[in-house]
Structure formats: structure tokens, C-alpha cells
């Protein structure tokens, strides 16, 4: 009984050490406002129809990090027919986006979409 403990116990603090070393991944709150402002790489779709946010109607979104975000200073049509074949309410672009989070949203100040995969 007491050899099983001493293996359970090495094996917890064994998985402890692994989970600190690989840590989780890099949360939006812990990447800098430099950073941001940089540009960093995103996914880019509408909000509702792709990333499963609430709302009515179509509304541009972001998501980095594990988080998703309301976008403001452009528009879900601002970067072509949203409702096209690759458009964001038919799929999730890859983009690099730079601005900075205010509150629930991401204020943008450039976006700029990869090539569409045909």
C-alpha cells in the first residue's frame, strides 16, 4: 500500500511538472499593447455565422488566443462580399490584425487578409 502511494504520488508530480513546463497556451491578455499594435496573426470571420458570438445580424470578429473579440474601425463588408463564397460569414480568414482591445472589443487600425484557399 505504502509503494503505491509513493508511485501515485511520483506520478502526479510528474504530470505537475510536465503541465508547467508545456504551459498553456499564450492568452490575448498576457501579448503586450506593442505587440497589438504590431500586428499579430488572427482568425477573422463573422462573429455570429463562424465563431459562435450572440447578436443578430452579421458583425466582424476576431479571435486570438482563446478569446474572441467585437471589431471596430472596419466593417464586415469592408473587405468584400461577406455573404461570397469567401466571404467572413462563410469562413474564417487568416489575417494579420493590429490595433489594440478596448473593453470587449478589438479597435483596429489595419487588417490584412491571407489569400483565400481555393
Not at 32 to 44: C, D, N, R, T
Not at 82 to 94: E, L, T, W
Request: aromatic letters at 6%; a neutral charge; hydrophobic letters at 40%.
Amino acid at each position: 500500500m505504502n509503494q503505491l502511494r509513493k508511485i501515485l504520488i511520483a506520478t502526479f508530480l510528474l504530470g505537475c511538472v510536465i503541465f508547467a513546463l508545456n504551459g498553456p497556451q499564450q492568452k490575448s491578455a498576457e501579448l503586450s499593447a506593442a505587440q497589438l499594435k504590431a500586428g499579430v496573426p488572427m482568425e477573422i470571420s463573422c462573429g455570429q455565422c463562424q465563431l459562435g458570438m450572440s447578436g443578430s445580424g452579421c458583425d466582424l470578429a476576431v479571435r486570438f488566443g482563446g478569446r474572441t473579440y467585437w471589431v471596430s474601425g472596419t466593417g464586415i463588408d469592408d473587405h468584400g462580399d461577406a455573404h461570397g463564397d469567401h466571404g467572413f460569414c462563410n469562413a474564417i480568414r487568416q489575417g494579420t490584425v493590429a490595433g489594440e482591445i478596448q473593453g470587449d472589443r478589438f479597435v483596429v487600425d489595419s487588417l490584412a487578409l491571407q489569400p483565400a484557399a481555393k
